[in-house]
């Protein structure tokens, strides 16, 4: 069974400082590697994810993610944060059972930015 | 643009009482689910369909059932609520196949009591 760990529950930076949002995850075979963000009261939305290719995938609102296989890692950046960027974070691992995706999600993130 | 509706968007219920959580999507998905979201546990998939007239149990199915008779709708149902159910609801929606992006509502509060 996979599984997702974000060791860091929760992250304060400063508004223009550079984040990086860590995410491990276990799995067999290749995985699909999600990041989702949820904005207070709201559900989540899709940041970027990855299945193959190009390790640097690049997402919306200028986040990219990079894949290293040797280290399970699918960590999340930005090069300079927002004060809009404060939200909690998900990392998700999809593997294939029975025809059906099943994603298995972190337990979050939670980034706050400071003036 | 609606997506993935669900309702209501808060509720307060009183231990033992039952009720059903709405969700319904436009987007022709085949695939529907239901998540509960608790404090420190991430997203945790209670119930799912693959298509009309098919579900199955997800990792925390007891206490709730679900049926789908169309594609757009998937309810879930507290038979009879408990306090360990209070939560955040998330319904989801996708279309099948590895890697494809799911939708969600955004989310139903419920507090038993």
């Known amino acids: 069974a996979q599984s997702v760990t974000q060791p860091d529950i929760h992250i304060t930076v400063s508004e223009g400082a550079s984040l990086e949002l860590r995410c491990n995850y276990s799995?067999?075979?290749?995985?699909?590697l999600f990041w989702y963000v949820q904005s207070p009261g709201q559900g989540l939305q899709l940041l970027l994810k990855y299945f193959s290719g190009d390790t640097l995938v690049q997402g919306i609102k200028g986040f990219e993610a990079e894949f290293k296989r040797s280290q399970s890692s699918f960590n999340l950046r930005k090069p300079s944060v927002h004060w809009s960027d404060a939200a909690e974070y998900f990392c998700?691992?999809?593997?294939?059972?029975?025809?059906?995706?099943?994603?298995?999600f972190g337990t979050g993130t939670k980034l706050q930015v400071i003036p | 643009n609606a997506g993935v509706t669900q309702t209501p968007k808060f509720q307060v219920l009183k231990t033992g009482q039952s009720m059903t959580l709405q969700c319904a999507q436009d987007?022709?998905?085949?695939?529907m689910s239901w998540y509960r979201q608790d404090p420190g546990m991430g997203l945790r998939l209670i119930h799912y369909s693959v298509g009309a007239g098919i579900t199955d149990q997800g990792e925390v199915p007891n206490g709730y059932n679900v049926s789908r008779s169309t594609t757009e709708d998937f309810p879930l149902r507290l038979l009879s609520a408990a306090p360990s159910q209070t939560s955040v609801y998330f319904c989801?929606?996708?279309?099948?196949?590895?890697?494809?992006?799911?939708?969600f509502g955004e989310g139903s509060w419920l507090t038993v009591v």
């Open positions: 989801a929606s996708s279309r099948p196949g590895f890697g494809n992006t799911i939708y």
């Open positions: 998700a691992v999809g593997a294939s059972s029975g025809g059906y995706q099943k994603v298995t």
């Open positions: 987007m022709n998905h085949e695939y």
């Open positions: 799995y067999g075979a290749t995985p699909y």
